[in-house]
Antibody, heavy 125, light 107 residues
Framework: QVQLQESGPGLVEPSQTLSLICTVSGGSTSSGRYYWSWIRQPAGKGLEWIGRIYGSGSTNYNPSLKSRVTISVDTSKNQFSLKLSSVTAADTAVYYC?????????????????WGQGTLVTVSS | DIQMTQSPSSLSASVGDRVTITCRASQGISNYLAWHQQKPGKVPKLLISAASTLQSGVPSRFSGSGSGTDFTLTISSLQPEDVATYYCQKYDSAPWTFGQGTKVEIK
């Protein structure tokens, strides 16, 4: 069974960089059939897709965050990571990492979805 | 970028009622639409993919329909365990976008 676990600081100061790691167990980040993704959810609000990494390191980002976001993968550690720079209080949220299976054409299949439990990151001084 | 608009933002219905949630895409997305259910304090769970394909283990009272820009999630007979927030999500191409959510409560 594939499991994902987020880790990183729960408190980040304004203007600093938020850094989170997602460790994948029971599966491989080098699998060519998963979009390794980050999604966030402010308290009491909806889900916001941050971005994804796939294949040999291709990435897509939410245009509203693109200038501040970097997603990378470390296949040797079976981890992928999120960096969000210049954070403000508006970036306070539960951050989820997730893996979404896609077919050979790149379309999400819904066959295998894996989510971490989420980690709360608060931006405050 | 394509925007996803759900309605209503919340609803209250009685057990056994038929509940319908709509999701509209600002541009056509064919049938590349998923519905997720998120119960309080829990991780989202995929209910439906490809607009109408029910995931394994999801009760048959849930159904999805639509194509292009207009989509619907229907709960044929609302049960207490269906209290949750429901999100549509497009996945035709990046960026993936979620609707703002519909909170379903029992009257």
């Amino acid at each position: 069974q594939v499991q994902l676990q987020e880790s990183g600081p729960g408190l980040v100061e304004p203007s600093q960089t938020l850094s989170l790691i997602c460790t994948v167990s029971g599966g491989s980040t080098s699998s060519g059939r998963y979009y390794w993704s980050w999604i966030r959810q402010p308290a009491g609000k909806g889900l916001e897709w941050i971005g994804r990494i796939y294949g040999s390191g291709s990435t897509n980002y939410n245009p509203s965050l693109k200038s501040r976001v970097t997603i990378s993968v470390d296949t040797s550690k079976n981890q992928f990571s999120l960096k969000l720079s210049s954070v403000t209080a508006a970036d306070t949220a539960v951050y989820y990492c997730a893996g979404f299976h896609h077919d050979s054409s790149g379309y999400y299949t819904g066959d295998f979805d894996y989510w971490g439990q989420g980690t709360l990151v608060t931006v405050s001084s | 970028d394509i925007q996803m608009t759900q309605s209503p933002s919340s609803l209250s219905a009685s057990v056994g009622d038929r509940v319908t949630i709509t999701c509209r895409a600002s541009q056509g997305i064919s049938n590349y639409l998923a519905w997720h259910q998120q119960k309080p304090g829990k991780v989202p769970k995929l209910l439906i993919s490809a607009a109408s394909t029910l995931q394994s283990g999801v009760p048959s009272r849930f159904s999805g329909s639509g194509s292009g820009t207009d989509f619907t999630l229907t709960i044929s007979s609302l049960q207490p365990e269906d209290v949750a927030t429901y999100y549509c999500q497009k996945y035709d191409s990046a960026p993936w976008t979620f609707g703002q959510g519909t909170k379903v409560e029992i009257k």
